[in-house]
């Protein structure tokens, strides 16, 4: 079958075709027959090279051999335990070794478990129930954090089936606005039990925080006994082996990862500080618990990834990243187009947009339609971004100076195309 006789079978079985709601778009999405390196592959044949890689965990590529290899080598003695094997400690020894906040680990099956858990643990820590998220910010699809807009007050659930007991004590602000935090820490910041950050927003594109921000809410969640959590699912060992707490030098008193921590394996992980670990059942009263946590598939594959994430090859990625929104910086003033270029590290995005965006109002703000324009042209031209303008984009350590200079002509196609 094609992509679009799959799709149509699909949408009988699965709500929505797919199971999960970005990967549907119109008219309808591509059925992936397999990845390898920087390229995936649909059923139709056609390869594209790919920079959704699966939303952020494939630092390594699709397929790559050394994780394969573990894996092949892990399976043939079980799966899963239900009792600790040393792999747990191996890993965990690498995450303490690499970035700064971590003394102690919890593995768990997804960035959502570690999120929801996280927040847990700050209420339990500070026996306070309000959590302060910012507008925009994606914590995972559990009921605390599903909460986008309001100006301080209480606010709404973004999903039928919340109840509003449960998100009145999520409490939202702008991005890189201190000025609201002060406000609102000034009014309920005895009440507050954390601050939930990503650091660098990628659920709505690329935006980092501005000079001082995180360092203004160190000291601000210091200063009133609130926890302040970085949720580094994206960016922890991505923008460095350290995570945005070592990349812009502020560490946290919580972190939650996934993606890449599983090596294109399901999991997730909170981590912090001894103290506020040492809370977590069974030595604390800070309930966390799953069939799956620290099962030696993903932790293998997660020991196995960053076996290969040393200095050398942050530099390389690094180096691939300038490269390519350099070109694309170049594009964009050739053609005289009035769109921003954003990104570091590995990610990079496109703002439909003409004004610099800091914060989630000002990304909304884009021209989303052109946007997803903008996308079809490049699938058209073998180039997989995902499909919405509030996503980042990633490249792999598989993606060779061709595939970056294949991506720029593509880029180049497609934008003197949506704005003919
Ligand atoms: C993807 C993501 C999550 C959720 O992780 P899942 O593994 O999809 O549950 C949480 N936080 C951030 C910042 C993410 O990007």
Redesign the pocket.
Known sequence: MNSKDLFNESKKYLPGGVSSPVRAYKPYPFFVKKGFGSKIEDVEGNQYIDYCLA??PLILGHAHEKITSKIQETIEDGTTFGAPSESEITLAKEVVKRVPCVDMIRFTN??????MSAIRLARGFTSRNKIVKFEG?????HDYCLVKSGSGAATLPDSLGIPEDTTKNTLSVPFNDEEAITELIDKEGENIACIIM?VVM??IGCVEPKDGFLEFLRKITKENGILLIF?E??TGFRLSSGGAQEYYNVIPDLV?F??IIGGGY?M?ALAGKQEIMEMIAPNGAVYQAGTFNGNPVSVNAGIATLNILDNNFYNEINKKGDYLRNNIKDIIEDLSLNLQSVGLSSMFQIYFNDKEVLNYSDAKASDSDKFFNYFKELLKNNVFIPPSQFESNFISIKHSKEDLDLTSDAIEKSLKNVFK
Do not use: Q, R
């Open positions: 939303y952020g997804s960035g959502t478990e570690a999120t910010a994606y914590h995972g699809a990503e990628g659920n949720d699912v994206i939650t996934g993606k399901p997730g």
